[in-house]
């Protein structure tokens, strides 16, 4: 008999068998249902036919392919891969939350809306500004909201602004969502601090510029010192400055963005606020703005009214609906259960925390993975191979491979896209020293390796369920489906 | 609060790095900035007291006998789809960039994405969008690149929502316009449709309509081909275990809520945008892509593909801004779809047409009451009732029982209608219940 082990890699529907079922709906009702046959599908969806335990068994299987963070550390930078609390996952799937139908009548809904009205207080204030929709689904989709409360803004004002300012070391969303709008975007080069230049902002600036799109930190983990200058020079053309909060990890509780004169920002509720990223979304966004953008905000808000709360649908200046519906109300559930489980000192602490953790794995691996800035780094460092391992051919992604064989998720590579060779890397404040004892072993392993046997290196991962991937062919001869 | 760090441990680390305190690395922010005052409470609960505070809040929103749909409906979620989407290795697992890493994300999509063209007769599907509304806007997007053109028209049964929507994409661009096409009992004129569509992107419809109607699709593709518009269907995926699919009827593009697919109701989301398209369209489509390749030894794998469309490599020429989708809820319905099988969902779409069937059997022979329409419906219809609707769904609610939408906000000219929905999870006693309240509150 045969007993190597057999490496299962079938699809779901390579498992199928005619006539097997998992689930039944025996309402007997289904006898009332009169479809005329015209309006009838000809041919049935090929979908799998299994056992419940068949398809327990295969997504089963299917999870231990994956790393995550409660299985392993993910210093994915720009993404803040922190710990997602449990209890957050059972509060969102409590029956009153979860049951809540989104045309349900105000009355029906006090409970979440008191919670969406006591969650915007609460980010209002941590932000330092004075309005909030909680309405965008990502932080992409809340960059959209922000540019056509801009657009909307200066319609309001009979001005028209057709220009969006981008550093050249802005995440991809930021020029992909002004030319969604109809902007075109203007790219400044950073300096050589990675910081945006100011002169070269006050050259490009003007009245035809509507918005500056910074994100903060940048995405090299740098503080924008000049920042008042920046506000400035923004608020001088006449136009608006939008913080991308996208790492807003770095700055929560210990700074107010409304302080240095930030417009408008967005939050990202699946990084900052601890809610799970579930392989690539669901995520949530916010975007959260002063007093001067808060008329155009998208409808419904919520509004206390007497001793209850009400679904506010705004005057006729909102620019309308972002979303069908509220939003993703079942992240807000667990992103104000983060706001209650952290006291305002504690806030700091994250930002604290996040930044020590940070530069500690920068200052034990710049000798050999060279660091781009040579300052302090905020809640993210960017480093890149030093000479020696390029002097070998190994790379970036070499790099990335070996970590996944050591039982780490790779950090973000090849972002920033200014820095050549990038490798960005964001431990968040839930990771113990210890566990970045063990990452910068690994890291140092690797140079190792890379030193002395490069090609092995060049061959991992070798651990993993599959070696590296085609995906030339992937994408030359798409099967996108069975 | 979820941090490790001892006070030791901070002062072990700040020496490692060589700063003499916290201070010496936020350096470079002004100093002005750091530590302003937070009016925010000084006092964080613990677990047991927030979770307590949660549940209270959970139990101030009250639980109606439900038949509100208008675009999310209510369904049972089995326990296997929870136990699924709740193992952590795809809860907290990142989008896969890495794929030797993230097979199971990658291979669950691939499925995802196979299931959502078996159930709309399609060539392609995406990774997932953030609900129907988006999914529906960025389909005609699409449209308007593939076709050049920058007149849309959509048939008056689209959910409301959905325009919105959509118009809130368009807002930058007023040289975009919009063609309603009318209706006519409910359904989409289809006599009006040649002259309507001439120099029209797409012809954008949605079946069942918002109304509830199914719109007879045979022949509405070729009209759209003649005029040089592409179709963009949107349908309700539960439906389609028993109605035609977009495939069938030669849709171009097609677009649906996933929330149907056991996804729960949680006051608006998260849901699931589901998008797919002919094979000719498939560089136009948004978003995440998984596809299947080789290894370097051959073997079969997953990787996210055709990424030259997207926003982290193509910037201001990407096709779409999205980044963060909705896998989860993608695996949920994929998990779910798996369960229930071409079988079962036939069932489940029956049972929703069998419960609607019923209860409008029923509510139409209440004095005052009738169907406003006289078409097939799937799983809601319209009923005019006598007085205000809207002073009838809250006299209702008062004993526990939510009877519909009032459509006379959305719909002035349909007068004093309710859209009453019921889907599987409704039994003869309860539509028994709903026809009793309505009486009762008459």
Not at chain 1, 219 to 226: P, V
Request: aromatic letters at 8%.
């Amino acid at each position: 008999m045969n007993c190597a082990p057999v490496v299962d890699n079938r699809l779901s529907i390579e498992k199928s068998d005619a006539g097997r079922r998992g689930l039944w709906c025996k309402n007997p009702l289904r006898a009332k249902a009169a479809i005329p046959a015209n309006l009838r599908r000809k041919a049935a969806p090929r979908l799998p036919e299994l056992s419940e335990f068949d398809v327990v068994r295969h997504y089963t299987r299917l999870s231990r392919l994956n790393f995550s963070v409660d299985t392993h550390f993910y210093p994915l930078g720009s993404c803040t891969m922190k710990y997602n609390p449990r209890f957050y996952e059972d509060a969102a799937a409590l029956e009153g939350f979860a049951a809540l139908h989104p045309l349900a009548h105000d009355n029906c809904a006090q409970g979440t809306l008191e919670l969406i009205h006591d969650l915007s207080a609460r980010l209002t204030e941590l932000c330092g500004l004075d309005a909030i929709t909680l309405q965008p689904a990502a932080g992409a989709h809340s960059e959209f909201t922000g540019l056509l409360l801009a657009k909307a803004y200066f319609e309001n004002k009979g001005e028209t602004r057709t220009e969006i300012i981008c550093p050249d070391s802005a995440h991809g969303t930021n020029p992909a969502t002004a030319s969604m709008m109809g902007f075109n975007t203007v790219n400044i080069a950073s300096k050589p601090d990675g910081r945006l230049d100011v002169e070269e902002l006050k050259k490009h600036i003007g009245p035809k510029t509507a918005v500056l799109m910074l994100t903060m930190p940048n995405t090299l983990g740098i503080f924008e010192s000049n920042i008042e200058a920046i506000a400035k020079a923004v608020h001088d053309a006449g136009a608006l400055f939008y913080m991308d909060g996208a790492n807003l990890n770095a700055l929560i509780g210990m700074v107010k963005p409304g302080d240095f004169g930030v417009d408008m920002m967005h939050l990202n509720f699946h990084k900052t606020f601890s809610t799970p990223h579930g392989g690539g979304g669901p995520g949530a966004g916010a975007i959260v703005c002063g007093k001067h953008l808060a008329p155009f905000l998208p409808v419904p808000l919520v509004k206390k009214s007497g001793s209850g709360y009400v679904s506010d649908f705004g005057d006729k200046r909102s620019i309308g609906k972002v979303k069908a519906f509220f939003g993703n109300t079942g992240v807000l559930v667990r992103a104000y259960a983060y706001m209650l489980a952290h006291s305002t000192k504690e806030l700091g602490e994250i930002a604290a925390c996040a930044i020590i953790n940070a530069n500690y794995v920068r200052s034990l691996l710049k000798d050999l993975y060279p660091s781009y800035s040579s300052e302090y780094c905020m809640h993210e460092c960017v480093l890149t191979p030093g000479p020696d391992l390029t002097a070998k051919g190994i790379k970036t992604l070499d790099v990335a491979k070996g970590l996944l064989d050591r039982g780490f998720h790779a950090p973000t590579i090849y972002f920033p896209n200014i820095v050549h060779e990038a490798i960005m890397i964001e431990p968040t404040e839930t990771e113990s020293k210890e566990t970045l004892d063990e990452f910068v072993a690994a890291m140092k392993d690797i140079h190792a390796q890379g030193m002395a046997a490069p090609q092995t290196l060049k061959d991992a991962p070798v651990t993993q369920p599959v070696k590296r991937l085609d995906e030339v062919q992937a994408a030359r001869q798409p099967n996108l489906r069975w | 609060m979820y941090i490790p760090h001892t006070k030791k441990d901070k002062e072990e680390m700040l020496k490692a790095i060589g700063a003499s305190s916290f201070e010496d690395l936020v350096k470079q922010v002004p100093g002005k900035f750091l530590w302003p005052k937070l009016d925010l409470p000084a006092e964080s609960l613990d677990e047991a007291q927030a979770a307590a505070r949660l549940a209270g809040l959970a139990a101030r929103n009250c639980r109606p006998l439900n038949f509100l749909g208008a675009g999310a409906y209510e369904r049972y979620t089995p326990a296997a789809v929870k136990a699924i989407t709740s193992r952590t290795e795809f809860l907290t697992a990142y989008t896969p960039y890495q794929p030797e890493a993230s097979q199971g994300t990658l291979q669950a999509i691939y499925e995802f994405q196979s299931t959502v063209c078996a159930l709309y007769g399609m060539d392609y599907a995406n990774a997932s969008m953030y609900d129907g509304a988006s999914s529906f806007a960025e389909a005609v997007r699409a449209a308007v690149r593939v076709t050049g053109k920058k007149k849309i028209a959509y048939a008056a049964g689209v959910n409301p929502q959905y325009m919105d929507t959509l118009k809130t994409y368009f807002a930058h661009s007023p040289e975009y316009t919009y063609v309603k096409v009318p209706t006519k009992d409910g359904v989409m004129d289809r006599t009006a449709l040649p002259g309507l569509l001439e120099g029209a992107a797409c012809l954008a419809v949605q079946t069942p309509n918002f109304l509830g109607l199914i719109e007879d699709m045979d022949g509405v593709a070729e009209i759209a081909k003649k005029a040089g518009a592409l179709l963009v269907a949107a349908a309700d995926p539960v439906s389609l275990g028993i109605l035609s699919a977009p495939g069938e009827y030669g849709a171009d593009f097609a677009v649906g809520e996933g929330q149907s697919l056991g996804l729960p109701l949680a006051y608006g989301g998260p849901y699931l945008g589901l998008f797919s398209c002919k094979k000719e369209h498939v560089r136009q489509m948004p978003g995440r892509i998984c596809g299947l390749t080789k290894d370097k030894d051959g073997k079969r794998g997953f990787v996210l593909t055709l990424q030259a469309r997207e926003q982290h490599i193509r910037r201001d020429k990407a096709a779409s801004n999205i980044c963060s989708n909705e896998a989860l809820c993608a695996l949920s319905a994929t998990v779910y779809s798996s369960l229930y099988g071409p079988e079962g969902l036939k069932e489940l779409a029956e049972a929703n047409a069998g419960a609607a069937a019923y209860a409008a059997e029923r509510l139409s022979a209440i004095p005052g009451c009738s169907l406003k329409f006289k078409g097939p419906f799937f799983n809601e219809f319209g009923l005019s009732v006598p007085g205000s609707a809207a002073a009838l769904r809250e006299k209702a609610l008062g004993r526990g029982v939510d009877i519909g939408l009032p459509l006379a906000p959305l719909y002035p000219e349909l007068g004093e209608t309710l859209l009453v929905c019921a889907t599987e999870t409704k039994t003869e006693a309860d539509i028994l219940k709903l026809e009793t309240t309505i009486k009762g509150a008459i």
